[in-house]
């Protein structure tokens, strides 16, 4: 059997003249609630949880504000008081209706509604009259009636004080300071002195000139100076370039000035990745195109039969042909395959702890196959039977493209 309640309620707030006393302790957001509950016909006593949500008509369905929930107030003979609190956002001066539901404290459940629904009077807008009285009456003071003005305000114009632009300001005759720009942006902000461009990215389209110039003429000077901490593979300086014929850097030297340099105490003094050419290095006038001053060129990767530049040929029976009499081996290598204009740097690699002095690689020869399309290295020595090669005999080979 579902059991009837009723409520009848009041609606209390601390006085509006309290909340207009300029000295006084600021008035809170909420408001007293007073009420008196029936349950089963009689009245209710115990503790019991209230729900309030708060509506903008009698009858809608939506809420404007989803609920206020009370837990456990205490009903006695029927009668009970709480507070609540919608904040004052809510409060603009429309209708406003509160919806109560209630169901006993020992429960977790549902809440059941009590219709109908309240009618907020104007006593909970205080919040709202309060601000806009505030308002109104600042809004329509008079400058004559401001007390204690300095004498140079007293006609209400602020004309007697001197104005001096600082660095880097300009004042019109109007008494307004502007900033002086420099530079050829249209940006209207103003950034501190110190500021750096840690993460900036600059993008733009300027045709025949350089997208970034650093100049500096002092001799023994540098130009640009990046560095970086960490451990990793991220450079110092990284430009990036996408479309053809574009360099990502040009290092120009004029005279005998290096074009570029690179120094690495120990690591890599230059790392450049493409998938077309990494490096262009070209000299005018007979100079050096690539010099090395101290350390090896590193070819990260290299070793037997690998895709890299430099690597080693190792004599298998795949690349050994039949009956060629052990004289041939077959290179096999993406950078020289099908291309007959490479250049390839070919010497032998004997392991030293298993020489006999039978080798004859001093007749060794390189030639292209036109019907393999592969580079072949041949041992033309007249001696037949030191001259074949054998399954595991070694080479160092680097290839070079024109």
């Given at each position: 059997m579902k059991t009837q309640r009723t409520l009848r309620s009041t609606l209390a707030i601390a006085t509006l003249l309290a909340a207009l006393q300029v000295h006084s302790a600021p008035l809170g957001t909420g408001f007293t609630y007073q009420g008196r509950l029936n349950d089963g016909g009689k009245p209710a006593n115990g503790t019991y949880d209230f729900v309030f949500v708060l509506y903008d008509s009698a009858t809608n369905s939506v809420p404007i504000y989803s609920g206020v929930l009370n837990d456990d107030v205490q009903v006695t003979d029927g009668t009970f008081t709480t507070q609540v609190d919608f904040g004052t956002d809510l409060f603009n001066g429309q209708e406003r209706w509160l919806g109560v539901g209630v169901r006993p404290g020992s429960e977790t459940g549902d809440v059941t509604e009590l219709l109908p629904r309240h009618q907020l009077s104007a006593t909970p807008y205080a919040h709202f009259a309060r601000r806009a009285a505030v308002a109104e009456t600042v809004a329509s003071v008079p400058w004559s009636a401001v007390q204690n003005l300095p004498p140079s305000l007293s006609d209400g114009?602020?004309?007697?004080?001197?104005?001096?632009?600082?660095?880097?300001?300009?004042?019109?005759?109007?008494?307004?300071?502007?900033?002086?720009?420099?530079?050829?942006?249209?940006?209207?902000?103003?950034?501190?002195?110190?500021?750096?461009?840690?993460?900036?990215?600059?993008?733009?389209?300027?045709?025949?000139?350089?997208?970034?110039?650093?100049?500096?003429?002092?001799?023994?000077?540098?130009?640009?100076?990046?560095?970086?901490g960490g451990m990793g593979s991220a450079g110092d300086f990284r430009a990036l370039s996408d479309f053809t014929n574009n360099a990502a850097v040009i290092a120009t030297g004029t005279g005998k000035a290096r074009g570029l340099k690179a120094v690495s105490t120990t690591g890599e003094a230059i790392r450049a990745e493409s998938s077309g050419t990494a490096i262009y290095a070209k000299s005018e006038s007979g100079g050096n195109a690539l010099v090395l001053d101290g350390g090896a060129i590193r070819v990260p990767g290299a070793g037997f039969n690998t895709p890299t530049t430099v690597f080693i040929h190792r004599c298998t029976s795949a690349n050994l042909p039949i009956g060629s009499g052990n004289h041939i081996t077959i290179i096999d290598h993406p950078l020289c395959n099908n291309n007959p204009n490479a250049i390839l740097f070919v010497t032998p690699r004997i392991n030293y702890t298993s020489y006999t002095g039978y080798y004859t690689y001093d007749d060794l020869a390189i030639a292209w196959d036109a019907e393999r399309k592969r580079w072949l290295i041949i041992n033309t020595s007249i001696l037949d039977e030191l001259g074949d090669f054998d399954v595991n005999d070694s080479f160092n080979v680097m290839v070079v493209l024109p």
């Open positions: 114009v602020d004309n007697d004080t001197t104005y001096t632009a600082g660095p880097g300001l300009a004042l019109t005759e109007g008494n307004e300071l502007r900033v002086q720009y420099a530079g050829s942006g249209n940006a209207n902000t103003v950034a501190r002195s110190d500021h750096d461009h840690m993460g900036s990215t600059w993008v733009g389209s300027f045709s025949g000139a350089p997208g970034l110039s650093v100049h500096n003429t002092s001799n023994g000077s540098i130009g640009i100076v990046a560095t970086t």
